[in-house]
């Protein structure tokens, strides 16, 4: 069966799948972090590709920006094409001091602006959380790497230019990590179907230090980050 969004065949994709938010990120790391790639999508340029790492077959495909995009690709995986465990990895703006460029986010949850999880009728706010089984695997292979990272909250934001340029801190005072704008479309979509996921960013801008990576310097962090995502 193909969608809309996707032309791939039943079996084209794995269980496995990383799914960074620019397809030419997928097409990166099909190229440099696995073999024997077949492509499986170019509807819409939003590239899919399914390899080999390490000899288990992994799948990698972008799923544009926001909770639209991401709601519509990894309903499909999941529901289309029987993606089990969904790892997105991206990169996010922090919102606490302590949290430097590169150092990595794991996700332990994810709050939000967006009323994604309207569509099904809980009487109170949903809490997006992630998987435990990946979270847990995906700390223990940072902590084993010894790589600067924080587990904890993030804000999937529908706002990426806000009219209220202060109105994060308030998030930042409950204690979030930083802030990107898929995790919380990601997480319902794979709970409602019993399925796993997790997100791992990279800090590629800081809102408390007005600090911000550029396209070259992000690439030495973001394979650390893959690499945590690609162990797991
Ligand atoms: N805001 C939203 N999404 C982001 C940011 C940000 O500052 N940085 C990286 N992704």
């Not at 972008?62 to 029987?82: A, F, K, N, R, W």
């Amino acid at each position: 069966m193909t969608t809309p969004h996707n032309s791939a065949k039943k079996g084209d994709i794995a269980e496995k799948i990383l799914l960074p938010g620019d397809p030419l990120r997928a097409k990166y790391i099909a190229e440099n972090f696995l073999d024997d790639v077949k492509q499986f999508n170019t509807v819409r340029n939003m590239f899919g590709f399914t390899g080999k790492y390490k000899g288990k077959e992994v799948s990698v495909m972008g799923t544009g920006m926001g909770v639209p995009s991401i709601g519509i690709y990894s309903y499909e995986l999941i529901h289309e094409y029987g993606v089990k465990n969904l790892i997105r990895v991206g990169s996010c703006g922090a919102y606490l001091p302590e949290l430097e460029l590169y150092d990595l986010v794991i996700a332990q949850a994810a709050c939000t602006n967006s009323s994604y999880a309207s569509q099904y009728g809980l009487n109170g706010t949903y809490s997006a959380i992630s998987s435990w089984e990946l979270l847990y695997k995906a700390v223990k292979i940072a902590e084993e790497k010894n790589l600067r990272h924080f587990v904890g909250n993030i804000m999937t934001s529908d706002i990426f230019y806000d009219d209220n340029p202060e109105s994060w801190k308030k998030w930042a005072g409950m204690g979030v990590l930083a802030v990107e704008m898929e995790s919380y479309a990601l997480f319902c979509n794979a709970a409602k179907a019993g399925v796993n996921a997790l997100t791992i960013l990279t800090v590629s801008d800081s809102l408390v230090h007005q600090t911000l990576t550029t396209a070259e310097e992000r690439e030495k962090s973001f394979t650390n980050m893959m690499e945590v995502a690609l162990e797991i």
